[in-house]
């Protein structure tokens, strides 16, 4: 099992900018790759970024490219999700997810989710 735990969320002006965290814990060996997810009200979870714990390749949605970096620190099993000029839009709860090593793994671990609420 792991267990994630998100941070960092919490009101922010638009054109503002934030850092969130996910802190890995667990079976954290396990881990082949780190997404984030978000969820606005009225709206379906979708994907945002990901992030591969071995290689650090990262891919993001469209619609916050340009926008937003994500990293890790395979020490600290912490990983890092940065978004630049925020818009109204990117009101969610914001979410990590880890999926697992092995074939048609799908992401089965998912943190508690962190409100990001931007206001102007």
């Known amino acids: 099992q792991v267990q994630l735990a998100e941070s960092g969320g919490g009101s922010v002006q638009v054109g503002g900018s934030l850092i969130l965290s996910c802190a890995a814990s667990?079976?954290?060996?396990?881990?082949?790759?780190l997404a984030w997810f978000r969820q606005a009200p009225g709206k379906e979870r979708e994907f945002v970024a990901a992030?591969?714990?071995?290689?650090?390749?990262?891919n993001y949605a469209d619609s916050v490219k340009g926008r937003v970096t994500i990293s890790k620190d395979n020490a600290k099993n912490t990983y890092y999700f940065r978004m630049t000029r925020l818009k109204s839009e990117d009101t969610a709860v914001y979410y990590c997810?880890?999926?697992?090593?092995?074939?048609?793994?799908?992401?089965?671990?998912w943190g508690q989710g962190t409100q990001v609420t931007v206001s102007s």
């Open positions: 997810a880890a999926r697992p090593l092995g074939e048609n793994a799908e992401y089965e671990y």
């Open positions: 667990g079976r954290t060996w396990t881990i082949d790759s």
């Open positions: 992030i591969s714990k071995i290689v650090g390749s990262t």
